[in-house]
């Protein structure tokens, strides 16, 4: 297979060839060859990068096929443009023993269309509370442990679960929220909420959290990722932390990057955990993302029934999805005015997550041919009702965007193409 276009080098694009054997990318060249033999795709204008990478998804199976199945997540995520995603262990039941874990293994084997990295659970029942999970026994097979959904609350129960995981060699990845300081909210505790009568979750409940886990990290040596930061001050404790050399890395969505609470609509897809917050906190997670500060962005895709989505903020669910928006609404609203460089954007959606998680990956001679095509220059109206995804709560319904995935390869494998999935 050959695939001619605009080819990522790692801090530019040139036209040229990359040629696929046997899975693996075999050569790139900005010279193309004479030769058409196998498989010639002429991309024209499109731009060739290496798969995106999501370490924050939530595929609901097993436990929850009603709001989203092993295929539709993982098709979703094929176009998107992502060849590898982390599930988030929201399962039942949760993966906190290997037979647990396997009801997944076995889903991801039979029906994945796209690579799946399981997350363990830090503690049993994914409780943030009791007793930790079997870690050494899930280690062989997950990427890391989280109880994603619900923070630690106990803080030697965190202390002890970053001893193991550092002798694992794996990573916690922790969701940050002090359940002492929730106090039953549910949207950003600003200016809207006390506008319309909503209860508030505060900054601190986050970012007091966060604080504490990184004097922990900090103590046990542990690697420890920080999902789906939304305050400043969770930026600058992490960049603070980097300077002092702590094993930390970030992430935030882009709903952080791009939304407020001043954009708030009195509607569910509005409404995930943790909130829109200020114009102020979305700003310091812009320039966080541009210096590094924040490592890398992840969709934190959360899919509900239409149901659990339809019964405003107060009611409805926490989560939306994201695997099939990302890259257009953060190319066209950061890369295109000039905000964030392609390089940074390339490097926070696939390279950082590999290099921090230990995916592989990439776009040598020899990796994985793991590979996501885009029309940049196609320009189209964000309609849910074209999901592939079986969530369609998305606060980004109607936005014009730039940028369709053109094809997605997995390890040589199309798994995305002409607008469809390729079984």
Known sequence: MKLRGNIWLGHGFA?????VDKGRIAGIGVCVSDSDGGSVFKLNNCFIIPGLADVHVHLRDPGFSMKETMFTGTAAAARGGYTAVCSMPNLNPPPDTPEHLQL?????KRDACVKVYPVGTITKGQQGSGELSEMEALAPNVIGFSDDGRGVQSEALMEEAMHRAAALGKPIIAHCEANELLHGGYIHDGAYAKAHGH??????????????DLALAKRTGCQYHVCHISTKESVELIRKAKAEGVRVSCETAPHYLLLTEEDLQEDGRFKMNPPLRTK????????????????????DHAPHTAGEKARGLAGSAMGIVGLETAFPLLYTYLVKPGILPM?????AMSTAPRRIFGLPGGMAEGDAADIAV??????YKIDPQEF???G?????????????????IVEGKIKWQNNSIVK
């Open 15 to 19: 036209n040229g060839e990359l040629t």
């Open 280 to 299: 102020a906190d979305r700003e310091a997670l812009v320039a966080g993302l541009v210096d590094g500060t924040i490592d890398m962005v992840a969709t």
């Open 343 to 347: 390089e940074r954007l390339i490097d």
């Open 199 to 212: 209860k508030g979750i505060s900054s601190e409940s986050e970012w007091k959290q966060v604080e504490r």
């Open 104 to 108: 997944q293994l076995d889903k991801i």
């Open 392 to 408: 369609q709560a998305t606060p980004f319904a109607g936005w014009q965007v730039n940028g369709r995935t053109v094809m997605t």
């Open 374 to 379: 885009f029309d940049l220059d196609c320009e």
């Open 388 to 390: 592939v995804s079986m």
